[in-house]
């Protein structure tokens, strides 16, 4: 089995050790590589480090105040011009955002993926903020950092969500 998938927890508190460009970059290059239908790949990503910024996330975006601690947040948003259709939009920025958050596991960071669309308030709130044109539909932003204490992992698997057609 992948450990990443299982050591994956949401983690809410950071320490103040910095998160590195190169760490970064490689979540980037994860996300980048998820399926896409038709391969449309239209996400598009914002890196955000700076400190009053990632401040500023926690008070237009109603749970999400872990960006306080947060020492890196990536915002994704999907090209609504280039998605097959905009469900397939939010399929495929699901996608990448999973494999951005697996990354950061195997880099030995912690994050926490907070929800913005189909929620209007949010939009528009992250439409602003980051001066997105009108065909990016923020997703969701991602905040990532060093754990404070770890989580423990967990496993999910649960026979009764399953029927195994035929066999
Ligand atoms: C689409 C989506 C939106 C989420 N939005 C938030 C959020 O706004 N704030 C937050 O603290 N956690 C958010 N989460 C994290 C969930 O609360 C978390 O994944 C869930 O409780 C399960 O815990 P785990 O991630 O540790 O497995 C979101 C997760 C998803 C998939």
């Not at 239209?42 to 926690?58: G, H, K, P, Q, Y």
């Not at 923020?138 to 967990?154: F, N, T």
């Amino acid at each position: 089995m992948l450990q990443e998938i299982f050591d994956r927890r949401s983690v809410r508190h950071y320490t103040e050790e910095p998160v590195t460009r190169d760490q970064l970059t490689e979540m980037l290059r994860a996300a980048m590589n998820a399926p896409s239908a038709k391969n449309c790949q239209e996400w598009r990503f914002v890196v955000i480090t700076d400190r009053a910024t990632l401040d500023r996330i926690s008070e237009i975006h109603p749970f999400a105040k872990m960006m306080l601690q947060a020492q890196a947040a990536i915002l994704v948003s999907c090209d609504m011009d280039l998605a097959f259709t905009d469900g397939h939009g939010y399929l495929d920025c699901g996608a990448a955002i999973e494999n951005l958050l697996l990354e950061a596991v195997h880099q030995g960071l912690s994050t926490c993926w907070c929800g913005i669309a189909p929620m209007v308030d949010r939009i528009s709130n992250f439409r602003m903020e980051f001066e997105l044109p009108g065909n990016l539909v923020p997703m969701g932003i991602v905040a990532v950092g060093h754990a404070k204490q770890s989580r423990d992992r967990k496993d999910q698997y649960d026979p009764e969500k399953v029927v195994w057609w035929k066999n």
